[in-house]
């Protein structure tokens, strides 16, 4: 991917968060993965497994917001890519929100617009 592929991508600003989150997919399976990284229409996470873009599920997580302490965050969320990083010992998984509450998209805001 070229630069200016990569500038095009991330057209939100970032900012890290390294935390636990857990997948949902469907109503049975859930995972516990790794985040990365945060931005308002979306995020980073490892995993050990590898789900193929497209692929849709709910993302949970307890996101810190200062001075309130930590707020629940529940997303729907879409797979943009996945590839094994060795150096995080899993899959980096990008995901674009696609369905995410008022108050929990203002948290996440916060969160990365200080």
Sequence with gaps: ????????????????????ATLLLGQ???????????????MGIVAQANPRP????????????????YVPIEARAKVVHSVYSASEQGFKIGLAFIEIRPDAAAAVLRYVQP
């Design 1 to 20: 991917m070229s630069a200016s592929e990569e500038a095009e991508r991330r057209t939100a600003e970032r900012k890290g968060l390294r935390t636990r």
């Design 28 to 42: 049975t399976q859930a995972f516990e993965v790794r985040t990365l990284d945060l931005a308002s229409g979306g």
């Design 54 to 69: 497209g692929t849709v599920m709910v993302i949970r997580f307890q996101l810190p917001i200062k001075p309130m302490g």
